[in-house]
């Protein structure tokens, strides 16, 4: 039995170094202004970064760098126009929507119930929030609403790379707004429903889509033609990247467009961003009165119309930052040196302090690995080590449980492989586990004709112990194939 389990470990180990995580790395491709390239990659460190578009605004002018690859099937060299993914960085547009509206007679103190009329909250504290308010994340609005579905959503994303908003258009924003309670308003607390909210006030008092008053006011007039919000069924921008995880995860694209207002369903490209930056620095750009900082956000940080000014040591940064499955984006500025810079990446590592550093302001630590994924990279690989043990060392085994606990062994093993912390662990910790379950699966086959099939009187429950881990295992491989 010795013998069987440990060649079987490492005949299984090996062979499971070949599909054990592939978490991304920089690749050598470079496109773009060959000086700003070498600046990035010295900024990007070693981790965690697949490709990066990178525009740098200086002196009246924009430069643009790419270093490494759109991933993907058929990955290619990024570039500045090559499209991510923008997240929240269309917060701070939104905000700039309100300012310019402003400037044409719509007061920010208005309620939102009173541009969305036809909307029941039930709670009157979420309809007389302000329109001010649900942009500088002052309503006291939740960032989401919590629901059984999207607490299952929740778990897709983190396990399967699924989009955990599930392509929610406008009415179902809007019914998640009606159904969420105001708590500490008057304090700044990030808030994607708050914002969402704000961008389809805005669309209703002009009488169109969010979309078309984005583009009409904002987009068109600098000139950003390859900034799109996408409807559920269009087709991603030719060319883009393709998101994932740390991990190596690859990730669903998120078609929130109901959400757009905060970022839902928005592409861009570095090329596009930088003109947005060049236009709020230099106070051109519509609704650049958005970047004024308002209201007190601690820690040194204050808040516009949805953009952030925060204080580091002697300097002053104006910025956003966006994040959704896959995808990191950053753009700031410091106005007193005239710089600015965007950041784009396809995958979950945050660019913030590869966007400060190329402003000349030190990034604060990094945090360090998430508790959670480092968890299971370290612990659910090695599921078969109770079976292992049994194997060896318990009399009363029966076949049901052999089954089941190998199912269980398999189940948490595919679970493990894209949740884990696959940047911070090594990926053969990951073909460890599989030839520890490996192992365990022999020793117990070595036993398996002396085996009683149940320890205990069979019944009708006795068949849930391998039905149970038999469907989820199935039903995981159907989320990640489709």
Not at 141 to 148: H, L, N
Not at 339 to 363: I, K, Q, S, Y
Not at 425 to 443: D, S
Request: proline share 8%.
């Amino acid at each position: 039995m010795k013998r069987a389990a440990a060649l079987a470990a490492l005949v299984v180990a090996a062979l499971a170094l070949f599909p054990a995580p592939s978490p991304p790395a920089l690749g050598e491709a470079t496109t773009g202004d060959p000086a700003l390239a070498k600046l990035v990659r010295s900024a990007a460190g070693e981790g965690g970064y697949r490709g990066l578009s990178v525009a740098l605004v200086e002196d009246g002018r924009i430069r643009h760098a790419g270093v490494g690859d759109t991933g993907g099937p058929d990955p290619r060299p990024v570039d500045e126009h090559t499209s991510y993914e923008l997240g929240s960085i269309a917060k701070p547009m939104t905000g700039m929507l309100l300012a310019s509206l402003a400037g044409e007679g719509l007061s920010p103190g208005t309620p939102v119930r009173d541009k969305l009329p036809g909307v029941r909250f039930s709670d009157p504290a979420v309809g007389s929030a302000t329109l001010a308010e649900l942009s500088s994340h002052r309503a006291g609005v939740p960032s989401v609403r919590v629901t059984p579905l999207s607490f299952l959503r929740s778990y897709l994303y983190v396990f399967a790379g699924q989009d955990p908003y599930g392509a929610a258009g406008t009415r179902s924003m809007l019914d998640d707004a009606a159904a969420v309670s105001a708590e500490g308003r008057g304090e700044v607390a990030y808030s994607n429903l708050g914002v969402a909210l704000l961008g389809q006030a805005l669309a209703e008092h002009a009488g169109t889509g969010y979309e078309d008053l984005l583009r009409g006011r904002i987009l068109a007039p600098l000139g950003m033609d390859s900034t799109v919000v996408l409807g559920p069924d269009e087709p991603l921008p030719a060319g883009h990247a393709h998101g994932e995880e740390k991990n190596g995860l690859p990730m669903e694209p998120w078609r929130d467009h109901g959400h757009a207002g905060a970022g839902g369903a928005v592409w861009s490209t570095s090329h596009d961003v930088a003109r947005l930056v060049q236009g709020v620095m230099a106070g051109s750009a519509p609704g650049a009165d958005a970047a004024t900082p308002r209201f007190d956000a601690g820690r040194d940080e204050r808040i516009g119309y949805g953009w952030f000014t925060t204080r580091h040591g002697e300097r002053e940064i104006t910025w956003h930052n966006g994040g959704t499955g896959g995808f990191r984006t950053y753009a700031g500025f410091d106005r007193a040196s005239g710089r600015g810079v965007v950041v784009m990446g396809n995958t979950g590592t945050p660019v913030d302090g590869v966007g400060l550093r190329l402003l000349g302001v030190e990034a604060p630590d990094d945090d360090g690995p998430e508790i959670r994924p480092l968890v299971f990279a370290l612990t659910f690989p090695f599921a078969g080590l109770g079976l292992l043990y049994s194997a060896f060392r318990t009399p009363g085994l029966d076949r049901v449980s052999v089954v089941s606990r190998v199912l269980y062994g398999m189940l948490f093993l595919g679970l493990g492989h894209t949740a884990g912390a696959w940047g911070v662990v090594p990926p053969f910790v990951w073909a460890l586990g599989a030839g520890v379950l490996g192992a365990a699966t022999a020793a117990a086959l070595t036993r398996w004709p002396g085996l009683p099939l149940s320890a205990k009187p069979v019944r009708w429950h006795t068949w849930l112990s391998p039905a149970i881990p038999a469907a989820l295992l199935i039903g995981f491989t159907v989320v990640l194939v489709t």
